[in-house]
């Protein structure tokens, strides 16, 4: 909106005669309410409602009000119309928005012959940076290649999944989208198992006369969500499917424990991470694998090799049992503070704590609380990521924190790669626990 808003200031000193001190400055805004695409729409205005409201109760821009108007792009036919009606009815200094990639093409070849400014913010086509790219045209979201180039080769590299079926929407974008992936797939050596065009506005799938049907399902549990989507075709695999979410177990079992270490107390003795099964006192559970462990008189500590990229080391401590304050919250926040001296409940360094409560499969309450520490109060490349989690097992609760780089980056606890804690915390037992 900003950028938006200072071309207004480029158009006042190149033609002072047609600018009038007392007009408000008025963008254009371009965005589905109508459509496939028609949700997003609503909240595009409310968003851009909101940035123009603050900057007016500033003092606006140059001593001028701002001015929203808002059209529906609906598609790309209607998209042309009220991108003319904006530039030469209404007078706008930039248009902003646009969603469908089909529309922004179409608005973009009529925003160079205008040389009015737009801003794309939502359209993915490559073609929008390329063949059909304007002088007058700025896009503040991704293309296709982006998104495909990060996503799909981490699937191919790090999940070897060389084996794919392409779905995607009957229009620019989804016809880019599946040009750019086909592109990313064969520089792989993979192999595309087929494709399906999905008309856009629309529930029913069918193919060579065989009606599929799409289920999208969610499992939550132990804080986090699985989400994934079923394709059946007709109706002989449903009971199938019915069955086999039945029999989901999401909990892994370990393996028995590995022997534990004959150094006599006091005396660090350290050993590579088990294969299988380890255990600590009350504790069972699998490590990570290729982990560490030091033994201590006061818990067990494991440290990751070093991670490429990063040269990062994780760490996951294991404290013995201790007496519970029958507050998990209190005794989360308790340990937070004797450990790492800060309290995990203030703002900074930016984000917020995050916290998630359950109850295990096995019957034993657990609170995992998330924060960040370090980084002189300021989210940045010096803050290190905590995790602590309890476990209230009768009077007593179990203790376990992990500390790693900031969760952005890091790449055993992290949000960008695969996260090791998920996979530990769905193998902890406890042999006192009945």
Known sequence: MATAAAAAGTQEILFPALVRAEEPIRIGQLIPFTGFLGAIGVYGKQSATLAVEELNARGGLLDRKLELITEDEANPGVAVQKARKLI???????????????????????????????INAGANSDEIRSKRCHRYIFNTEGCNTQYVSAVGSWLIKARKVTSWYFITSDYAFGHDLLR?????LTSHKGTEVGSDLVPTGTADFSREGTASRAIPINATGHGRTMSMVAFVEGERFLGDVAAFFKELDLVVTPNPPARTSSAPPGVAAA??????????????????????RTNYPDGAVYVSPPYP????????SIFPMRAGSGDLLRDAIGAFQGLFKSDPMTRAP????????????????????????GGNGYYGETTT??????ARLGSDVALIVGTSMRPLVSQCFGEAFPDQ???????????SFK
């Not at 007078?91 to 205008?114: M, N, T």
């Not at 804690?421 to 042999?431: C, E, Q, V």
């Open 350 to 373: 930016y984000p917020d704590p995050k916290i998630a409560k359950g109850t295990s499969p096995f019957g034993w309450e657990y609170l995992v609380l998330k924060k960040e520490i």
């Open 421 to 431: 804690w998920p996979a530990f915390f769905h193998t902890l037992r406890f042999k």
């Open 309 to 316: 990229n990063t040269g990062e080391n994780c760490q996951l």
């Open 271 to 292: 050993r590579s991470g088990p294969e299988g099964g380890d255990s600590m006192g009350s504790y069972v559970y699998a490590a990570p694998k290729g982990w560490t």
């Open 385 to 390: 990521g905590v995790i602590v989690f309890v």
């Open 180 to 184: 750019v992936a086909r592109n990313l």
């Open 88 to 118: 030469e009815r209404d007078k706008v200094v930039a248009i902003e928005g646009l969603v469908s990639s089909a529309s922004c093409l179409a608005v973009g070849d009529e925003a160079q012959r205008a040389r009015i400014l737009t």
